[in-house]
T-cell receptor, first 114, second 114 residues
Framework: SQTIHQWPATLVQPVGSPLSLECTVE??????LYWYRQAAGRGLQLLFY??????ISSEVPQNLSASRPQDRQFILSSKKLLLSDSGFYLC?????????????FGEGSWLTVV | TQLLEQSPQFLSIQEGENLTVYCNSS?????LQWYRQEPGEGPVLLVT?????EVKKLKRLTFQFGDARKDSSLHITAAQPGDTGLYLC??????????????FGSGTQLTVLP
């Protein structure tokens, strides 16, 4: 069966410091990978998605970047964090060209920028 | 851009009551997913509906996809405190093969009081 893990689960970082959130998927090949951000108790905002190694699409202009160095690894980064980057970040995956389009989520990472 | 509106945003009911959550759009979706999310965790898939008019039941939960595939509802019978959580609907885009596959609603926060 497929599993997805992201870490760290909780992170407190000062303004201006770098960020690296990691996500890995097991049990599947060539998945679509996603990074979402969620405001407290609300819906999900798609930040980045990737259809393959080195292929990243950004949905919103922001202080963050994403990379996919390996087929099942997705990394969310920032060189200098802003207070507004605080939030709950979710990594997710889906089967390429799947129908219906179902996305499976990781456990989430709480980021607090202080 | 396809949008999904969920209502109500917040719902607090007593144990044993029935409730319905709605997910509406002016756009047609190829599929509709419902997720439940608990605090500090990633959303968990409850059901996927793909055919207009389709009804699926999951124990005390009944999901319906509108005939025109523009809306969906989630009905819970005899709610229990364990049903408490954030319910998210997500619509799959009609365009096939797109990695940007799901549009999420803003969520309904359900609290079931014992």
């Amino acid at each position: 069966s497929q599993t997805i893990h992201q870490w760290p689960a909780t992170l407190v970082q000062p303004v201006g410091s770098p960020l690296s959130l990691e996500c890995t998927v097991e049990g599947t090949s060539n998945p679509n990978l996603y990074w979402y951000r969620q405001a407290a108790g609300r819906g999900l905002q798609l930040l980045f998605y990737s259809v393959g190694i080195g292929q990243i699409s950004s949905e919103v202009p922001q202080n963050l970047s994403a990379s996919r160095p390996q087929d099942r690894q997705f990394i969310l980064s920032s060189k200098k964090l802003l207070l507004s980057d605080s939030g709950f970040y979710l990594c997710a995956w889906s089967v390429t060209f799947s129908s219906p389009h179902t996305i499976y989520f990781g456990e989430g990472s709480w980021l607090t920028v202080v | 851009t396809q949008l999904l509106e969920q209502s109500p945003q917040f719902l607090s009911i007593q144990e044993g009551e029935n409730l319905t959550v709605y997910c509406n759009s002016s756009s047609v979706f190829s599929s509709l997913q419902w997720y439940r999310q608990e605090p500090g965790e990633g959303p968990v898939l409850l059901v996927t509906v793909v055919t207009g008019g389709e009804v699926k039941k999951l124990k005390r939960l009944t999901f319906q996809f509108g005939d025109a595939r523009k809306d969906s509802s989630l009905h819970i019978t005899a709610a229990q405190p364990g049903d408490t959580g954030l319910y998210l609907c997500a619509g799959g885009e009609v365009k096939a093969g797109s990695a940007r596959q799901l549009t999420f609603g803003s969520g309904t926060q359900l609290t079931v009081l014992p």
